[in-house]
Structures are given as structure tokens and as C-alpha cells.
């Protein structure tokens, strides 16, 4: 996507200096910062502390990661240790180990000296695949997007509303989520976004900027929003992306989809989610009872950043002193509350037979 007419990835390799660079996200919406990484610990902390996010980039980094270190030192015993690290840096989205497992199950085989070169196309690859498997994804989701459309009167917006950042920050180009709001938007049809803030991390700015950068109206609104647009006919559909899908259709994606998905249900109104293969889990029946959910810092809850007056980007205190935190990051959407998956293979239903009859070649035996 362009950013002041320059077209970015995510995370890329320099052409001059061969190093990795990534967008550092925690600056944004206020700050366009490039950062390089170079060392196994800036891999892992770029991707623990969110300097990158998004289940389809932390899976992207790691596997950039990989290859930086192979270049290294390629012996077995540095490959599970690289996989072991990155590993450990977030729990919740899948693609992290997917990516990582990918990795290792592809160099484990070949001879060390044939690792470097082997894991550096493996990371451009996987890169690659993440920007086409979204391009789909938008493609399908504009035939949903479309629908709604006809339905209206002549210029009239449709009115999506999403959560989190699932857009092009959080995968290497187009986003999962907002693939969809790229391609119509691209097509003509006009639209307006609910942007939930998404505390406490506010992801929801990433995606006001991404869609204020598109030329795309919208409206940052509360996380406790949603209901009230939605029972006051202002919603005509959802879409979030995931960081883990069970085999079964379970969602797990930021915290606060769960409220959202429960709010849609009882209004009527339909919630997708866009969902790349890579996220689904097959190993994972019961999301509730079997997705890791991660718990963040209490710092997350009890601060927020913006940008003060002076020009200041840094974080203000919120809670009182002693105040006890929680944190937890992510939650589940029952598969019964999802309407459809809009996968790169089409949209299905959110279960496991509609799910393993568009990937049969993936799903679990
Ligand atoms: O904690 P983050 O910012 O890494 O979480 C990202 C999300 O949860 C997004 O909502 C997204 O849907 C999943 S990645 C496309």
C-alpha cells in the first residue's frame, strides 16, 4: 500500500544494504518510522513487543527471522533454538508457529551450507503467498460487499464495522479484514467503516490511518459502540480477521470480537471474518477451551499514548494507584455466532466439513 505515494510492505528487504525492515507500528498513527532487524533478539522483540503485529506478519517476521540467522550459523542445533525464540514471543496467533514450523520442517532436510539460500526464498515466499492469499481474500469479500450494494439506493455507503487492525500492517500487503474495503472501494462502491478504537492498544488508529490513507470514509468509535450503531440500523455487516480458526470454525481474534459477533446475532446482522489458511488451527477443535490467550502487560491498560499537545509521543497514566489490571488479549467467537469465512479459496460456512471441503488438501486426517 502506498504511503505518501511510495508503495511499502510491511516488512521487506532493502535492496541496497540486504537488511530487513519492518514499519515500527508503535509509532503509528502519529509517526512513520522504518526500523531495521538484524540480531535474533531484535526478531523476537519486534514481534513480542509489537513494534510488528498481526497474526499474518508476526508469521512473516519469524520466518524473515529464520533466514537471517541461518545466513549465520545453519546447524541444527541454531535452527531449533532460532524456532524455540521466536516461538516463545507471542502464544495466540498461529501463523507464528506455522511459519516457523514451515521453516524448520524445509532447511531440516538439506545440508547446512544449503540453508542460507534456502530459508532467505523460503521468507520471500511466504511473504509473497500472504499478499496473494489477501488479494483473494478481497476479491471475495467485494462479491459479499457488492451484494449489500445492489441492495441499496444508488450512491448510499455501505456501512461495514471492524475491529482491531486486521489490515495491510498486519499482513504484508493488502490486510485480511480490509482487503475487501480495498477492492470495493477500488471498484467505485462507496463505503463508510465503524473503526472500533480497540483498546487498549488502539489498533483501530492503524486502521483509521490505513483507510484515511486509502481515501476511504469512516469513524473511529468507542469499542462499546458497535450495539447502539447496530440496533440503530447503521451497521449492514461485520468484518474482523483472526489470529487463530479452530477446524471447527472457532474465531479467535482480538479482544472484544466475542461482544461484537453476540451484538450482530441479535441484531441480524451478518459477521465475517477473513480468514488466510495459515490461521486456521486444525489441531484445534474447542477454541474456548483450547486456544492460548494471551495476557499483556497491565502497563497496556493502565496507560494509553498519543500525541500531546507539544508534540510528544508518550504514554499517560489512566487508573489510579494500587488499582489491580487485567489484560487479556484475545477472545473466541463460537463458530454459531460467525456467518461466514472469507477465506482465499472462497467463502464458507464456519465449520469444520464447509472448512475441510475447501481445503482438503490441509485439513486434518
Ligand atoms: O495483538 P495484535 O495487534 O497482533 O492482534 C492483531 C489482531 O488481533 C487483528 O485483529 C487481526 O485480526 C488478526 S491479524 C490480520
Not at 480490509?178 to 471498484?187: E, G, K
Not at 474465531?251 to 451484538?263: D, E, Q
Not at 464447509?354 to 482438503?360: D, E, I, R, W
Amino acid at each position: 500500500m502506498k504511503v505518501d505515494g511510495v508503495s511499502y510492505r510491511s516488512i521487506w528487504r532493502d535492496a541496497a544494504s540486504d537488511e530487513v525492515r519492518i514499519i515500527d507500528q508503535r509509532w503509528l498513527p502519529h509517526e512513520f518510522r522504518v526500523a531495521a532487524l538484524n540480531t535474533l533478539e531484535e526478531f523476537a522483540g519486534a514481534i513480542r513487543d509489537m513494534w510488528v503485529r498481526g497474526a499474518p506478519l508476526i508469521g512473516a517476521t519469524a520466518a524473515y527471522g529464520v533466514a537471517s540467522e541461518m545466513a549465520k550459523n545453519a546447524s541444527d542445533s541454531h535452527l531449533d533454538h532460532v524456532h524455540a525464540v521466536l516461538n516463545a514471543t507471542r502464544p495466540t496467533a498461529i501463523n507464528l508457529a506455522w511459519a516457523l514450523d514451515r521453516c524448520r520442517t524445509a532447511l531440516r532436510p538439506l545440508p547446512e551450507h544449503e540453508r542460507a539460500m534456502a530459508s532467505r526464498q523460503l521468507a520471500d515466499a511466504i511473504a509473497d503467498e500472504d499478499v496473494e492469499i489477501n488479494r483473494q481474500i478481497g476479491l471475495h469479500g467485494l462479491s459479499l460487499i457488492r451484494d449489500i450494494a445492489s441492495q441499496k439506493p444508488a450512491g448510499e455507503p455501505v456501512r461495514l464495522l471492524t475491529h482491531c487492525n486486521a489490515g495491510w500492517l498486519a499482513t504484508v500487503d493488502w490486510g485480511t479484514a480490509t482487503s475487501p474495503m480495498y477492492q470495493a472501494a477500488d471498484a467505485g462502491i462507496p463505503l463508510h467503516v465503524w473503526v472500533d478504537e480497540t483498546r487498549p492498544r488502539n489498533q483501530g488508529a492503524l486502521t483509521a490511518w490505513e483507510l484515511g490513507s486509502h481515501g476511504i470514509g469512516h469513524s473511529y468509535i468507542t469499542d462499546n459502540a458497535g450495539g447502539h450503531l447496530m440496533q440503530h440500523g447503521l451497521v449492514d455487516m461485520v468484518i474482523t480477521g483472526t489470529d487463530r480458526t479452530t477446524a471447527t470454525g472457532d474465531v479467535c481474534n482480538k479482544i472484544g470480537t466475542y461482544l461484537k459477533a453476540l451484538a450482530a446475532r441479535d441484531n441480524d446482522i451478518p459477521f465475517y471474518v477473513a480468514l488466510p489458511s495459515p490461521t486456521i488451527d486444525w489441531r484445534v477443535a474447542d477454541g474456548v477451551g483450547e486456544i492460548p490467550i494471551e495476557d499483556r502487560p497491565a502497563t497496556e491498560v493502565s496507560h494509553i499514548q498519543g500525541r500531546a499537545p507539544d508534540g510528544g509521543i508518550s504514554p499517560v497514566q489512566v487508573t489510579p494507584e494500587g488499582s489491580a489490571v487485567g489484560n487479556p488479549a484475545f477472545d473466541v467467537t463460537p463458530a454459531r455466532l460467525v456467518t461466514g469465512l472469507i477465506t482465499e479459496r472462497g467463502v464458507c460456512a464456519a465449520s469444520e466439513d464447509a472448512l475441510t471441503a475447501l481445503f482438503p488438501d490441509l485439513a486434518r486426517a
